[in-house]
C-alpha cells in the first residue's frame, strides 16, 4: 500500500510507493539530504480508517471528547506533506544504492568541463614553452597541432635572452659602410627562438635619424640556423653590414623584440 514516510535525520516526509517499501528492505535515501534511512520505521499508510468513512453520526452517541489545549497544541496536524521543493525539484525517495542526480552534481560537472577547456586553450596558447619545458609533451601538441593546423615552435622570452654586448664599427676602407656587431646570450636552460634586431641611428642630440629592424634570415650568416634558435645557455656572434647613404650618425639604439609578444 502506499502511503508516506518521514525521514529522521531532517524530518522532511515524502510520498513513498509499497513497491519501495518491498525493494531493498525497505532502505531508502532521502531526496532532501541524501541520506538513507529504513522507509518502514515512520510510514503511514494512505488508506482511511474505516470510522471515517461514516456519513451520519449513529444515534445517542456519546459527544465527542476534546483534548486538552495542552495536548492539542503539542500536535501539529495543519501542515501538508511536501512534495515538490523550488519549483520542479520533487522530492522523492530513491533506493539507498542509488546515486541521486543533483543540481549540485550537474554544476559540479558543468565546472570541470570549464576548467578542463581553459588548460586546453593554456596548453595551446603556450604550447610552445610547455613543449621546451616538457620535451616529452612535445610529440603529443605536434600531433593535435597537425589537427588545428598550428606549429610548435621555440619559445620567445625577451626575459631570458639578452645583449651581452653590440657596437657600431666603421670600414676602414668606406666611409659609407658600418658594421653591426651583436653579441646574444641565451640564459634559458632550452633553446630559445630567435628575436628580431631593431637599430635605431641617432644624431648628436640623440634624435633618430633611420631605424631599421633585422629578421633572423637578414642577420645570420647561414639561413638554416634560424629555426634552431639559441641553445641552451649559449651565445651568438652576429655582424650585419649597412651603408650610411649621406647620414653622419653619432650613436645608435639596439632592442630585441619578438614580433608575436
Known sequence: MDGTTRCPHCDTRFKIAAAQLQAHQGQVRCGQCLQAFDARLEFISDEPHPQLELHELVANAPAPVTAPPSLASSLDFSQPVPTELHGEERV?????????????????????????????????????????RLPASKPLLQTVCTWLSCTVGLPQSSELISIESSNLEADPNNSQLISLNVLLRNRANYALALPQLELTLNDSQERPMARRIFKPTEYLSVPQTADAGVAANQEINIKVWLELRGLNPSGYRLVLIYPNS
Do not use: F, N, S
Not at 559540479?108 to 570549464?114: D, K, Q, T, V
Not at 596558447?125 to 610547455?130: I, N, P
Open 92 to 132: 522523492v525517495a530513491m533506493p539507498a544504492d542509488a546515486a541521486p542526480v543533483t543540481k549540485r552534481g550537474r554544476a559540479g560537472l558543468l565546472i570541470a568541463l570549464l576548467v578542463l577547456g581553459l588548460l586546453l586553450q593554456l596548453a595551446y596558447v603556450w604550447r610552445a614553452d610547455l613543449a621546451a
